[in-house]
Every structure is written in C-alpha cells, then in structure tokens.
C-alpha cells in the first residue's frame, strides 16, 4: 500500500516528507506499539516495508525508526508533534503522518486494507 494511500485511509496530515517520492513508497506491514524496545526487539525483517504506529510524540520514537531504517513513522489519537520533533523527521528522512484515529482502529483499518503485521 502506497503511503499516500495509507494516509487517505487514515484521514492523516502529512508533518514531514522524507523527499518528493515518499509518498509514493509501498509498504506491506505495520507494527503499532508505545513501546520503542518492542519495536526493537520485534521489527527484524524488511524495515523498508514497515510502517510503525505509536502514541509516543517525542524523539525517541524518531531515533528508534532511525535504529531500525524505518521510513514511515503514523502517530496516532490525534497526539501533536512539536516542530522540533517533526524537523527531525526531515533531517533524518523519516516521513511523519498524523491520524485522529486510535491505535486499535488504525491498526483495524490498515489490516482491512491488506497490510499485515510484523511477524
């Protein structure tokens, strides 16, 4: 699923763009977590193809995608981001969607959509 499909599914406002493609960047699975240390112990395979979902609004959800070569990082429940936050999407080539969707439903809507989950 393209991102920017992605993003119209989940009603999402785009906060940063890794570049003029990312939109256009297919993705297969998503992880959805509050936990970065799940993130790094359970995203091993194809991070190319990962979407992470999380509630955590900070760096530390930067740096983890970061860590993990992921390119698409969905912040969920509506939670805003500071700008300094979102510019170190931009430096770091980390496109950053913003839904007002929980996370349970996020993650309902995209398996519907046919992506599945990290395993």
Do not use: W
């Not at 007002?100 to 398996?111: K, N």
Request: hydrophobic fraction near 45%; glycine fraction near 6%.
């Amino acid at each position: 699923m393209k991102a920017e499909d992605i993003a119209k599914v989940l009603k999402a406002k785009k906060l940063s763009l890794s570049g003029e493609y990312a939109l256009d960047k297919e993705y297969s699975m998503v992880f959805a977590t509050d936990l970065m240390s799940d993130a790094l112990a359970m995203i091993q395979k194809a991070p190319e193809e990962t979407v992470l979902l999380t509630g955590l609004c900070n760096a530390q959800s930067l740096r983890t995608a970061q860590m993990l070569d992921l390119e698409l990082v969905v912040i969920v429940r509506g939670k805003e981001l500071n700008e300094e936050v979102v510019r170190m999407g931009s430096d770091l080539g980390i496109s950053i969607l913003a839904t007002p969707f929980t996370m349970y439903e996020a993650c309902g809507i995209l398996y519907r959509e046919g992506m599945r989950s990290v395993s």
